[in-house]
């Protein structure tokens, strides 16, 4: 008798199941704010490219995105750099800046690593991109 009261309660089991996977998926559709920070440079291309490649892909998607680049990786800011850089596998880093810049994906470079390195306000602004950290 006991084992059949329990039987019958489990029976709501599947149901509250179904509705929990529904509440997932529409958490799945809802965009997304990505930031993605990166330090690589030119010395690593493909790892270089990563932040704008796959951040235009989100953008594509739906999903905010910004892109925070500091130490080597603010020096890709440069057009003799990102002209300079082909990662394995991907097209130029300049094309994909390009694609960044088109989207509106904001890209801040810090300020500081900027200064160490010679990277200029002009640099940045051909790009979109800014001094300072994501908000």
């Given at each position: 008798?006991?084992?059949?009261?329990l039987l019958s309660r489990?029976?709501?089991?599947?149901?509250?199941?179904?509705?929990?996977?529904?509440?997932?998926?529409?958490?799945?559709?809802?965009?997304?704010?990505?930031?993605f920070k990166s330090a690589?440079?030119?010395?690593?291309?493909?790892?270089?490219?990563?932040?704008?490649?796959?951040?235009?892909?989100l953008a594509e998607a739906?999903?905010?995105?910004?892109?925070?680049?500091?130490?080597?990786?603010?020096?890709?800011?440069?057009?003799?750099?990102?002209?300079?850089?082909?990662?394995?596998?991907?097209?130029?880093?300049?094309?994909?800046?390009?694609?960044?810049?088109?989207?509106?994906?904001?890209?801040?470079?810090?300020?500081?690593?900027?200064?160490?390195?010679?990277?200029?306000?002009?640099?940045?602004?051909?790009?979109?991109?800014?001094?300072?950290?994501?908000?």
């Amino acid at each position: 008798m006991q084992r059949r009261t329990l039987l019958s309660r489990l029976a709501f089991l599947p149901a509250l199941a179904g509705l929990a996977a529904g509440a997932r998926a529409a958490e799945a559709s809802k965009p997304l704010k990505i930031m993605f920070k990166s330090a690589w440079g030119s010395d690593d291309p493909t790892k270089a490219a990563f932040p704008f490649l796959h951040g235009h892909v989100l953008a594509e998607a739906g999903h905010t995105v910004q892109i925070f680049l500091l130490g080597e990786a603010v020096s890709l800011m440069r057009s003799s750099v990102a002209n300079a850089v082909v990662p394995v596998g991907w097209p130029p880093l300049v094309e994909a800046l390009q694609k960044v810049t088109a989207k509106k994906i904001q890209i801040y470079a810090c300020g500081a690593c900027s200064r160490a390195r010679g990277v200029t306000e002009q640099d940045l602004t051909q790009w979109g991109a800014k001094f300072g950290n994501p908000t």
